[in-house]
């Protein structure tokens, strides 16, 4: 009995410090971008986790782990099961730690967002995709959907929360368009620096923390003790991620650059979220690398494309969320996948092309629902309501437009001083 | 000497322009047929130059009468180096010999009367204030003297920009013993002060990255200029500013860069093979910039219109750069812990 109690006092423990990304997701977004949209970046974070959270008790868990066919569960909305057997964890404790991991992809989602899109645009989008995007996907990997009966490997949600969010993200980015002075007329883009790096760096700070959390409290039990061996890889999978990101800027742009080497830690975390579980420590560290060093290439690739990413979601969490659950198709042992009786060993520990296979097919399929689901939503939401502020909004600042006061207010000039006659 | 002599040959004309914008026409004439000349493109500069500071003289004595006393006008940056592109900005200023304070006022109005030609004759105003209409430029001799034992106490960041800005100067009209005799009390208060040297490199030793670890060229990244590398910060730097040091060390009082590799002791001679690294780059400008439109654009080289060859030119001028720079750094600091 105690070690059940303890179980489920680690994945509280878990919830708390998934929870607390949120915080890490705040200053990361609102670091990233100008001074003029702090407050608006900062607050709208935690509305729309207050409206996530709504949804997923009310629809988002029972179309996840309700009773229902391969794409989807139908039952246990408007979730209340007070019942404990004494046996694995409480029903409310799974559904909190399983709450947060909505909350965070949501976030994610709203990276693709930001600077230019209306407040109701938030609050729409985040009902219509806790309801039916996010909540497919987990179904069909950790419901009982039809890619877990493929034994699809994804320990704490590299594909399930990064790429989902991320595919939001990028159809948000494209339906939204630049940000007002990002391209040149030549083609040329500007650098619209974020208006505070220490943000960033205690962003990743906390999100670190957190993903103790998100992927040490993945192992739902305490029992061997194996969230430590979790957490070891998860640790030095971001450390490699910050120094491979930070060498790879430095040596082909000639400077060290400090938001990409933030971003590479962060690419780290999610590129180990899908294998934390499943690979050797060694393999953490190219793994966390070859993240690190993806996503500088990455960003570079989708501001060459046009595509206006001022959190680098799509690069931090898409790009490198893919490379992450495909990772354990090449570094998957045989004692932590089939021993785990939990998919098969990957490529490089005499495993088949099988597992990878599994996983580059969870990658495409989820990707790509994900990406279409929100594209139609959001396409239909321009077309009805409209995404995304007028110019002038997008100039003078969304705290002000959106909210009708600065973040900053002593920084910024009042717009309705008389500048002349 | 060389050079006035050719400036005289070239002009030969100067009785004929009389305003600011029949000089602004002569020079579109000129200027196209010597954009490729590093020497004859900078004789036509002090031509221009000489030129409009003639009329601005004429204007203001016109209004104002003569001036209340003897004077020197002289040039800064790339211009009192020599070392002009197709389009420069505009540096200069003015010592005059009187105690009076009243004197400066009339001296502003003249610099503000020249720095309205120059503008008009096709030099942009100088984003610093370096102009002969600002007071900090336009000053006595011993106002100046003043200023330079100001700078040197101060020693600080910008104070020795301003130092190391007013100590590439040239007469370009009026008293040119008034500009030496400020240098040599600035080598004087050098030579009692050896430190100073040191903090003239600390002031100079950043550069901006040309070539990046696998020695490849590191363009800008962002905006209208990404693509481009930044000529003046990247390549020409390194090589004004150790031949900048070198002359306040040697007690040189030319400030063309190529003069004064030229008057380096022999001590320095292994310092001279740098000298046709830094012709190279002068003709490197002007081949590459001849059809820029703006100042800015003329230390402006996209990469992509340069070919193999070129690039590895490029490169080529950056490593000599940055190594002439380290070998006078080094020279520097090794005297100045054994003064």
Redesign the interface.
């Known amino acids: 009995m105690e070690l059940v109690l303890m179980d489920n006092l680690w994945v509280v423990i878990g919830t708390f410090l998934v929870l607390l990304m949120l915080g890490g997701f705040i200053l990361l977004e609102a670091g990233s971008t100008r001074m003029k949209n702090a407050g608006h970046i900062a607050g709208k974070t935690i509305f729309t986790a207050g409206i996530g959270s709504l949804v997923f008790w009310a629809v988002g868990y029972g179309f996840i782990y309700g009773e229902g066919n391969w794409f989807i569960g139908l039952s246990n909305f408007f979730y209340g099961d007070t019942s404990f057997s004494g046996d694995g964890l409480s029903p409310a404790v799974d559904f909190m730690f399983q709450m947060m991991f909505a909350l965070i992809a949501l976030t994610i989602a709203f990276g693709g967002f930001a600077e230019r899109a209306k407040l109701s645009a938030y609050v729409i989008f985040a009902v219509l995709f806790s309801a039916l995007v996010y909540p497919v996907v987990a179904h069909w990997i950790w419901g009982g959907g039809w890619l877990a009966d493929h034994g699809k490997q994804d320990f704490a949600g590299s594909t399930v929360v990064h790429l989902t969010g991320a595919m939001a993200a990028l159809a948000a980015t494209i339906i939204l368009k630049p940000r007002i002075g990002k391209y040149n007329k030549d083609g040329s883009s500007n650098a619209l620096a974020g208006h505070n790096q220490v943000y960033l760096a205690l962003a990743v700070l906390l999100l670190w923390v957190g993903w103790f959390g998100f992927n040490g409290a993945s192992t739902f039990g305490v029992g061997d003790a194996f969230f430590g061996f979790v957490i070891l890889n998860t640790q030095l999978a971001a450390a490699a991620g910050a120094v491979a990101a930070l060498f790879v800027a430095w040596i082909v742009t000639g400077k060290a650059d400090v938001p990409t080497m933030l971003n590479g830690a962060l690419a780290g975390l999610v590129a180990i979220t899908a294998s934390c579980g499943f690979v050797d420590p060694w393999a953490a560290v190219i793994i966390g690398l070859i993240g690190g060093i993806m996503v500088f290439y990455s960003m570079r690739f989708f501001e060459k494309m046009k595509i206006d990413d001022p959190i680098a979601a799509l690069s931090v969490h898409g790009t490198v969320g893919i490379w992450g659950t495909i990772s354990t198709g090449f570094f998957a042992t045989e004692s932590l996948s089939v021993g785990a009786e939990w998919g098969l060993p990957g490529l490089f520990y005499g495993g088949s092309l099988e597992q990878l296979g599994v996983q580059v097919l969870g990658v495409v399929s989820s990707g790509a629902y994900a990406f279409v689901v929100s594209f139609i939503i959001l396409k239909v939401m321009d077309k009805v309501m409209g995404l995304r502020v007028s110019e002038e909004e997008e100039i003078v600042g969304l705290d002000l437009s959106e909210h009708g006061s600065y973040g900053y207010p002593e920084n910024i000039p009042n717009p309705d001083e008389k500048q002349g006659a | 000497m060389h050079n006035k002599q050719v400036v005289r040959q070239i002009k030969g004309i100067d009785e004929t322009l009389n305003n600011y914008t029949e000089i602004n026409e002569w020079r579109q004439d000129k200027i196209v047929r010597v954009m490729t000349d590093h020497q004859k493109l900078n004789e036509l500069h002090d031509s221009i130059i000489e030129n409009t500071v003639k009329v601005a003289m004429k204007k203001v004595q016109s209004e104002l009468g003569n001036p209340p006393a003897p004077f020197a006008f002289f040039l800064m940056g790339s211009a009192g180096r020599f070392e002009q592109s197709v389009l420069s900005d505009q540096d200069h200023g003015i010592i005059y010999q009187s105690h009076d304070e009243s004197c400066q006022s009339y001296f502003l109005t003249l610099g503000a009367e020249i720095t309205n030609g120059l503008s008009e004759t096709g030099y942009e105003l100088c984003d610093g204030q370096v102009m002969a209409s600002n007071p900090l430029w336009c000053k006595s001799i011993r106002q100046w003297e003043e200023q330079i034992v100001d700078w040197m106490e101060d020693s600080s960041w910008k104070s020795l920009r301003h130092f190391s800005t007013f100590f590439d100067s040239r007469v370009m009209f009026g008293e040119t013993s008034f500009l030496t005799e400020i240098k040599n009390y600035a080598f004087m208060i050098l030579n009692e002060q050896p430190r100073l040297y040191k903090r003239l490199v600390e002031n100079v030793d950043f550069v901006k ?1 040309g ?4 020695g ?1 060229l ?1 363009p800008e ?7 481009a590398i930044k000529l003046k910060q990247t390549t020409f730097f390194p090589y004004v500013n150790a031949l900048r040091l070198l002359a306040l060390k040697e007690n040189i009082l030319e400030p063309s860069t190529l003069k004064r590799f030229e008057q380096l002791p022999v001590s320095l001679q292994s310092f001279q093979s740098y000298e046709k690294d830094f012709r190279r780059l002068l003709d490197f400008r002007l081949q590459h910039r001849k059809h820029a439109q703006s100042y800015k654009d003329v230390h402006l080289i996209q990469i992509n219109s340069l070919n193999r060859e070129e690039k590895q030119t490029l490169k080529q001028l950056m490593k000599k750069g940055y190594k002439l720079f380290d070998e006078t750094k080094t020279i520097i600091e090794k005297e100045c812990s054994t003064w």
């Open positions: 990255k070539i990046g670890v696998f490849q590191l990244q962002y905006g209208e200029e990404s693509g």
